[in-house]
């Protein structure tokens, strides 16, 4: 069952970063779950790896979190307008940190 390791990493990923997004921004997970429109269970259930969330929930997660969605996947932020001077490959390098 490889894929369902899979999917825990991500989950727990996932969770670790909503948990350093939610600190940065110092509001407890009840504020962050009602800016977002979630319960607090499941905000917190979110934040313990529990359980997934659904795509069309991400705009309002990360407006809640005062970040780019973006930033819910990944510690590596463009600025904007940064990535319109930065080439597709080159972009593809920095965010998955590979050097091929």
Do not use: W
């Amino acid at each position: 069952m490889e894929g369902v390791t899979g999917n825990d990493d991500f989950l727990r990923t996932f969770a670790q970063r909503l948990q350093r997004l939610r600190h940065r921004t110092g509001l407890p997970q009840e504020q962050v779950a009602f800016r977002s429109g979630l319960s607090v269970s499941t905000y917190s259930q979110l934040e313990r790896g529990r359980m997934g969330i659904n795509i069309k929930r991400l705009p309002e997660l990360a407006i809640a979190l005062d970040c780019e969605i973006v930033d819910l996947f990944t510690d590596h932020h463009v600025e904007p307008g940064e990535a319109e001077t930065e080439s597709p490959a080159a972009r593809a390098q920095r965010l998955t940190g590979r050097l091929d």
